[in-house]
């Protein structure tokens, strides 16, 4: 029995060693793959922290690698009828060795002596001629032009538009007067070189930021800069311009390849939009915009254009080809307002600012063709007369010209003699002399030509200048607030700015003074029109915000609060682009109406419910409030500003080869910008991509045999069995 009892005591003790192993091994398998659990967690989180701190030092190292280039303007490639204008690069952008041409021999090294082409050329602004971009566009070893804004504007002017603008759409053809078509009787824009009417087949910058212009500099003369004749060794310093351009050959082509697309695909592509906006028109006494006139009620028209161009998208400061006009036209819209009795006039009068005229006078002819069409309130016949401010710039002395057609006067002389003799009253007491055109000259590139096409009409174009126009930088870079003389001193803020009356300010408002008064005598007006003074204060308040910085006190209290995003530090482009409107439209538009509508006491809602057929309501901010730093006092604006659609009747007519309609569009495309940063040789280049790929193939060979056995590196232990003791 004593025996027996020790046996089971040893069999209890084996078997309780038999169960401590087979609880150690199963806490041993737990362990195991909790500790693999742990593992795959710990691998998820250093995967995720490498996936986001490789997102970030990639962009670390992109920008360790490049320098973007954040104030540049993209030449962009247009189109008509026939032809496409402008520049792009290839798919993926094009790179080049930069080298800065600062004179013309420069330039030699980039046609032949330079070992590393393609090159991108840093033109200074005055060597921005049309010979020099002749040598570069037949050159295969040129991949770009950057161009960098010359200070003072060139002294010999510039002007990237042709001689003879619009040359083909005015009045003048084989038809009528063919003495005078294609500019035959007067070169109006001399220094006009055609180079905006160019195809380029690699992309040209504009460089509007000097410290820029500077780091390029700075990156050329460490990197690239030749000395003592030796050649420059890589690394050098490159530039990258994206500007791929979507749509080619023509407005036919585009237009037909957007139409297919819309026709037949789910989700169509357009690759070319038509150049658009809207044109703003007023009248002294309201128009009922749904019904039309009757043939006896008579309109006198004052016209003028909005918009300008130049080589660069979307850069166009205009102030002489636009901004100087529109202005003086919008100050004797006021000051004709403001004169007594004017509602009881026997003639209407109609204030119209046409967009799109640099385009082959897109908005001049679609409202033209709507008139006749009877599409628009007002009818050719309705139209007793024609007066279009162009170019007026103020000259010393502050003379200016009166245009006529010399065919139409031939048979409406007694109307035209009448406008010439009202402008010639109106200068009484203003140091405004207008004198006569010769009547063998032909008008002037104008809006009033568009009009003359279809009925003749007695009109009268005033402008700055007797024959050749005196703008030397018509449709260009340069043609900004320094061209029209506009100054202001140093000291001042920019509130003291906005009201500082400048000498300018006072000259167009004279101008602005004749036009008004003489706008008064067309329109039946008999009484004395001493009165009737523009003010200066408004016209130099409208230069400064059209010229120098929209976003100012009186710009932002005539706005809708919605639109208050347009307004900035600096001056709108007068580019009509595709987008409608476009901001300079806007700031007409509101500008128009608070300067010739009335204050409505009306609530917000009902102001915002209001628009009818004879004027339209606007809620606007209003000026600051003199008890808040943050709150507006806003009010409603009653006006009869109106806006009527400014693209070619060859689209609404689907005529996109016409010869008689403007038939511009502008391409689309994904991106437009421009960066510089070092380029390797082409040697290492290639070194580089064959370790890469090496590296590549090592690891698909690893990653293939660490996969094959994956059962063997990563096995989970087996059990071992029973122990016996």
């Given at each position: 029995?004593?025996?027996?009892?020790?046996?089971?005591?040893?069999?209890?003790?084996a078997?309780g060693?038999?169960?401590a192993?087979?609880?150690?091994?199963?806490?041993g398998?737990?362990?195991?793959?909790?500790?693999?659990?742990?593992?795959?967690?710990l691998?998820?989180?250093?995967?995720?922290?490498?996936?986001?701190?490789?997102?970030?030092?990639?962009?670390?190292?992109?920008?360790?690698?490049?320098i973007?280039l954040?104030?540049?303007?993209?030449?962009?490639?247009?189109?008509?009828?026939?032809?496409?204008?402008?520049?792009?690069?290839?798919m993926?952008?094009?790179?080049?060795?930069?080298?800065?041409v600062?004179?013309p021999?420069?330039v030699?090294?980039?046609?032949?002596?330079?070992?590393?082409?393609?090159?991108?050329?840093l033109?200074?602004?005055?060597?921005?001629?049309?010979?020099?971009?002749?040598?570069?566009?037949e050159s295969?070893?040129?991949?770009g032009?950057?161009?960098?804004?010359?200070?003072?504007?060139?002294?010999?002017?510039?002007?990237p538009?042709?001689?003879?603008?619009?040359?083909g759409?005015?009045?003048?053809s084989?038809?009528?007067?063919?003495?005078?078509?294609?500019?035959?009787?007067?070169?109006?824009?001399?220094?006009g070189?055609?180079?905006?009417?160019?195809?380029?087949?690699?992309?040209?910058?504009?460089?509007?930021?000097?410290?820029e212009?500077?780091?390029?500099?700075q990156?050329?003369?460490?990197?690239?800069?030749?000395?003592?004749?030796?050649v420059?060794?890589?690394?050098?310093?490159?530039?990258?311009?994206f500007?791929?351009?979507?749509?080619v050959?023509?407005?036919v082509?585009?237009?037909?390849?957007?139409?297919?697309q819309?026709?037949?695909?789910i989700?169509?592509?357009?690759?070319?939009?038509?150049?658009?906006d809207?044109n703003?028109?007023?009248?002294?006494?309201?128009?009922?915009?749904?019904?039309k006139?009757?043939?006896t009620?008579?309109?006198?028209?004052?016209?003028?254009?909005i918009?300008s161009?130049?080589m660069?998208?979307?850069?166009?400061?205009?102030?002489?080809?636009?901004?100087?006009?529109f202005?003086?036209?919008?100050?004797?819209?006021?000051?004709?307002?403001?004169?007594?009795?004017?509602?009881?006039l026997?003639?209407?009068?109609?204030?119209?600012?046409f967009?799109g005229?640099?385009?082959?006078?897109?908005?001049?002819?679609?409202?033209?063709?709507?008139?006749?069409?009877?599409?628009?309130?007002?009818?050719?016949?309705?139209?007793?007369y024609?007066?279009e401010?162009?170019?007026?710039a103020?000259?010393?002395p502050?003379?200016?010209w009166?245009?006529?057609?010399?065919?139409?006067?031939?048979?409406?002389s007694d109307?035209?003699?009448?406008m010439?003799?009202?402008l010639?009253?109106s200068t009484?007491?203003?140091?405004?002399?207008?004198?006569?055109?010769?009547?063998?000259?032909?008008l002037?590139?104008?809006?009033?030509?568009?009009?003359l096409?279809?009925?003749?009409?007695?009109?009268?174009?005033?402008?700055?200048?007797?024959?050749?126009?005196?703008?030397?930088?018509?449709?260009?870079?340069?043609?900004?607030?320094?061209?029209i003389?506009?100054?202001y001193?140093?000291?001042l803020?920019p509130?003291?700015?906005?009201?500082?009356?400048?000498?300018?300010?006072?000259?167009l408002?004279e101008?602005?003074?004749?036009?008004?008064?003489?706008?008064?005598?067309?329109?039946?007006?008999?009484?004395?029109t001493?009165?009737?003074?523009a003010?200066p204060?408004t016209v130099?308040?409208?230069?400064?915000?059209?010229?120098?910085?929209?976003?100012?006190?009186?710009?932002?209290?005539i706005i809708?609060?919605?639109?208050?995003?347009?307004?900035?530090n600096?001056?709108?482009?007068?580019?009509?682009a595709?987008?409608?409107?476009?901001?300079?439209t806007?700031?007409?538009?509101?500008?128009?109406?608070?300067?010739t509508g009335?204050?409505?006491?009306?609530?917000?809602?009902n102001?915002?419910?209001?628009?009818?057929d004879?004027?339209?309501?606007?809620?606007?901010?209003g000026?600051?409030d003199?008890?808040?730093?943050?709150?507006?006092?806003?009010?409603?604006?009653?006006?009869?500003?109106h806006?009527?659609?400014?693209?070619?009747?060859?689209?609404?007519?689907?005529?996109?080869?016409s010869?008689?309609?403007?038939?511009?569009?502008e391409?689309?495309?994904?991106?437009?910008?421009a960066r510089?940063?070092?380029?390797?040789?082409?040697q290492?280049?290639i070194?580089?991509?064959?370790v890469?790929?090496?590296?590549?193939?090592?690891?698909?060979?690893?990653?293939?045999?660490?996969n094959?056995?994956?059962?063997v590196?990563?096995?989970?232990?087996?059990d071992?069995?029973?122990v016996?003791?």
């Amino acid at each position: 029995m004593l025996c027996e009892g020790i046996g089971g005591e040893k069999e209890a003790e084996a078997a309780g060693k038999m169960a401590a192993v087979e609880e150690e091994e199963e806490m041993g398998s737990s362990c195991s793959w909790r500790m693999r659990g742990v593992a795959v967690v710990l691998l998820r989180g250093l995967l995720l922290c490498a996936l986001v701190a490789g997102s970030g030092w990639c962009n670390s190292v992109e920008r360790k690698i490049y320098i973007p280039l954040n104030r540049t303007a993209s030449c962009v490639r247009l189109m008509n009828a026939t032809h496409q204008i402008g520049c792009q690069s290839s798919m993926n952008g094009d790179t080049g060795v930069i080298h800065v041409v600062e004179k013309p021999e420069d330039v030699q090294w980039v046609l032949t002596d330079g070992p590393h082409p393609p090159y991108i050329v840093l033109l200074d602004g005055e060597l921005f001629t049309r010979d020099l971009m002749d040598q570069l566009k037949e050159s295969s070893r040129i991949s770009g032009v950057a161009v960098a804004i010359a200070k003072p504007s060139p002294v010999k002017g510039f002007s990237p538009a042709s001689k003879c603008p619009n040359d083909g759409f005015g009045v003048y053809s084989s038809d009528y007067g063919p003495q005078y078509a294609h500019c035959n009787n007067m070169e109006w824009n001399p220094l006009g070189n055609g180079l905006f009417y160019e195809d380029f087949s690699f992309p040209i910058f504009l460089l509007q930021d000097e410290n820029e212009t500077e780091v390029i500099k700075q990156c050329y003369q460490t990197y690239n800069l030749p000395r003592n004749g030796s050649v420059p060794q890589y690394p050098l310093c490159a530039m990258q311009l994206f500007s791929h351009m979507h749509a080619v050959t023509s407005t036919v082509t585009c237009m037909r390849r957007t139409s297919l697309q819309s026709t037949f695909s789910i989700n169509p592509e357009v690759i070319c939009d038509p150049l658009s906006d809207y044109n703003v028109w007023s009248t002294l006494k309201p128009v009922n915009v749904s019904t039309k006139l009757n043939s006896t009620e008579k309109v006198v028209m004052v016209a003028t254009r909005i918009d300008s161009h130049s080589m660069f998208w979307n850069v166009a400061p205009g102030a002489e080809s636009a901004v100087a006009s529109f202005v003086t036209h919008l100050a004797a819209a006021e000051a004709i307002h403001k004169a007594p009795n004017v509602q009881s006039l026997p003639k209407n009068i109609m204030f119209t600012f046409f967009q799109g005229e640099s385009f082959d006078y897109i908005g001049s002819s679609r409202m033209a063709y709507d008139m006749q069409k009877n599409k628009f309130p007002i009818r050719l016949e309705n139209i007793e007369y024609f007066l279009e401010l162009s170019q007026l710039a103020p000259t010393n002395p502050s003379v200016f010209w009166m245009h006529t057609d010399p065919l139409s006067q031939r048979n409406l002389s007694d109307q035209i003699n009448t406008m010439l003799v009202a402008l010639k009253n109106s200068t009484a007491g203003t140091g405004v002399e207008v004198r006569e055109i010769s009547s063998s000259q032909a008008l002037p590139p104008s809006s009033f030509q568009r009009f003359l096409r279809l009925k003749e009409i007695p009109g009268v174009v005033l402008a700055d200048h007797n024959t050749s126009f005196q703008n030397k930088y018509y449709q260009s870079i340069y043609d900004t607030s320094e061209n029209i003389l506009l100054n202001y001193p140093e000291w001042l803020s920019p509130e003291e700015a906005l009201d500082h009356v400048t000498e300018t300010a006072k000259s167009l408002a004279e101008v602005a003074t004749v036009v008004a008064r003489a706008l008064y005598q067309l329109a039946g007006g008999s009484g004395s029109t001493t009165a009737i003074q523009a003010d200066p204060k408004t016209v130099t308040r409208m230069l400064y915000g059209f010229l120098v910085r929209t976003n100012n006190s009186w710009f932002q209290s005539i706005i809708k609060a919605d639109l208050k995003g347009i307004l900035e530090n600096e001056p709108p482009p007068y580019y009509i682009a595709v987008s409608k409107p476009v901001n300079a439209t806007y700031l007409v538009h509101y500008v128009l109406a608070n300067l010739t509508g009335t204050v409505a006491n009306l609530t917000k809602e009902n102001c915002l419910s209001s628009d009818g057929d004879l004027y339209e309501y606007a809620w606007v901010q209003g000026p600051q409030d003199p008890n808040s730093t943050s709150s507006r006092l806003p009010f409603c604006v009653r006006s009869a500003v109106h806006l009527s659609s400014a693209i070619s009747p060859a689209f609404e007519l689907r005529e996109w080869g016409s010869t008689q309609y403007s038939t511009w569009t502008e391409s689309r495309w994904k991106e437009l910008h421009a960066r510089i940063f070092l380029v390797a040789s082409k040697q290492l280049e290639i070194i580089t991509l064959i370790v890469g790929i090496v590296i590549l193939i090592i690891s698909f060979i690893a990653t293939y045999f660490i996969n094959a056995k994956a059962d063997v590196l990563f096995a989970t232990p087996q059990d071992s069995g029973a122990v016996a003791y």
